[in-house]
């Protein structure tokens, strides 16, 4: 399976948003084209979306991490389509963004993930994630916030 993965553009924005509802529509058309906070990553299969995810270097909206990670740049709304996980999209999405930030000079990215998704936070974990902040409370429920040093792979 043939995939490619690249920062979204103006003419991603209607295939992405139908992929998102509510407050994620408001968020990628923050994020996808000149924003000085961050981009949004496009996963394709041919002219298809297939995944994304979002890379920010804004401070994060909690104080929790504020205080523990200030400047640490995060990935947000990490998705990939149902019919195409377990596939290595989500894996090529997370290592892309990463040498995005590498690229543009940082040495760390920060993750989060609900702690009911467990599938998201085993795939997190074996790519060398680490817990940094444990519980804190969300309005789905509980989340951690994971940490991964941006070294060679």
């Not at 992929?19 to 000149?34: E, Q, S």
């Not at 963004?97 to 993930?113: N, T």
Request: aromatic share 6%; hydrophobic share 35%; proline share 5%.
């Amino acid at each position: 399976m043939r995939y490619d993965v690249r920062i979204a553009d103006e003419s991603d924005l209607r295939p992405l948003q139908d992929r998102l509802t509510g407050d994620d529509c408001v968020i990628l058309r923050h994020r996808l084209v000149d924003d000085d906070r961050g981009r949004l990553l496009r996963a394709a299969m041919g002219n298809d979306t297939v995944g994304s995810v979002i890379v920010s270097w804004a401070p994060a909206d909690e104080p929790e991490v504020r205080a523990v990670l200030p400047g640490v740049p995060l990935m947000y709304l990490l998705r990939v389509d149902q019919p195409y996980r377990c596939r290595g999209i989500g894996t090529g999405l997370i290592r892309r963004a990463e040498s995005y930030l590498r690229g543009r000079g940082h040495e760390r990215v920060l993750i989060g993930v609900d702690q009911c998704n467990v599938r998201a936070g085993r795939l997190y974990r074996s790519l060398g994630y680490r817990n940094m902040l444990v519980g804190l409370p969300g309005s789905d429920g509980s989340y951690d916030i994971l940490v991964r040093e941006l070294g060679a792979y």
